[in-house]
């Protein structure tokens, strides 16, 4: 028999996506194929007629996915339907594919998780399906043999929703694992304070935009500031909020926000995972977490190593 496995690779934003190719990247010796988000019944039906354009189900997030496998030449098999794989890899289990249970799963940390709220206390009360409560329940599909996370602190916090600790493994996470290299960079602003906005509203959450650009400017205490906007915000009206609270300041809709970070003086956001990268490179954070549960995220830098490490849990598991 020949010695050479098949994996499949299941992208999703193009966060998750990268991970997942410099993963494979790491498995020269077996035969890796990649597909895009992809799920069953109500949430394939609804995302087949757009609407869930604005989640990895579609929209940007899934074009940018397939253009990446095409640009990097990537053996795509949508769906995961051409083969029998002996292993799956996966960014996101608050919706599981039918056709990966029972397999061995690897479930590999995207980033910052929502906070719990009510709705995760409904999904947990009530048995309602995971996405009800976004990132908030990740890991709780159980469906997986390890699971692959940032830093201790990660391990802490999905141990207490009840993960078996023996199932999750601190490799650190590709991505978030060499913040350092960001520092080398040609954006040209320095000593400035980056606002991160949030999508919430776009995904059907609250969230008081004028109370946040007002906490923005009072960090600020009259430095420069840039607003780097969430790529599936809508543009004019997070543009118009800003003008009427602090106006003059540079607002930027798209670019990279790693640079930003590494040339900011401070960081103010909700929980995005834009967190990771500033906790890497020690700069001031403000969010709605604490600064002892950020101290407690703070990803592990292992040089960017960390897509070598969960190479090798994948060996163990083939």
Not at 110 to 130: C, S
Not at 218 to 226: D, N, Q
Not at 253 to 259: E, K
Not at 297 to 310: D, M
Request: with cysteine; proline share 4%.
């Amino acid at each position: 028999m020949s010695s050479r496995k098949k994996i499949l690779f299941i992208g999703g934003s193009l966060n998750q996506t990268t991970m997942m190719h410099q993963i494979a990247q790491a498995l020269p010796e077996h035969d890796c194929f990649f597909s895009g988000f992809y799920a069953d019944g109500l949430a394939r039906w609804l995302a087949g007629r757009g609407m869930l354009d604005k989640t990895i189900l579609g929209g940007k997030h899934l074009k940018g996915t397939i253009e990446y496998f095409s640009e990097n030449k990537l053996p795509v098999d949508h769906r995961g339907e051409a083969h029998d794989y002996d292993l799956v890899l996966i960014g996101t289990d608050t919706i599981v594919p039918r056709n990966i249970l029972g397999k061995k799963v690897i479930l590999v940390q995207e980033g910052m998780m929502v906070p719990e709220d009510w709705r995760y206390r409904l999904v947990r009360h009530f048995g309602l399906p995971r996405y009800f409560a976004n990132t908030s329940t990740t890991g709780l599909s159980h469906c997986y043999v390890r699971f692959c996370v940032a830093s201790e602190g990660f391990r802490e916090l999905f141990a207490a929703k009840g993960i078996d600790p023996e199932k999750i493994a601190v490799t650190g996470i590709p991505n978030f694992d060499h913040a350092a290299q960001y520092l080398d960079n040609d954006f040209p602003h320095h000593n400035y304070v980056l606002a991160a906005t949030s999508a919430l509203r776009e995904s059907w959450n609250y969230e008081n935009r004028l109370a946040y650009l007002k906490k923005v400017v009072r960090i600020a205490e009259g430095r420069p500031i840039i607003f780097k906007l969430h790529p599936n915000e809508r543009l004019e009206r997070a543009t118009r909020e800003i003008e009427r609270i602090a106006p003059g300041n540079l607002i930027y809709s798209s670019g990279n926000t790693n640079h930003m970070i590494a040339n900011c003086d401070a960081l103010v956001t909700k929980f995005s995972t834009v967190l990771m990268v500033a906790l890497a490179l020690d700069k001031p954070v403000y969010s709605d977490l604490s600064q002892e549960e950020l101290v407690k995220l703070k990803p592990i830098q292992n040089g960017g190593t960390s897509a070598l490490r969960i190479a090798d849990i994948c060996r163990e598991y083939l």
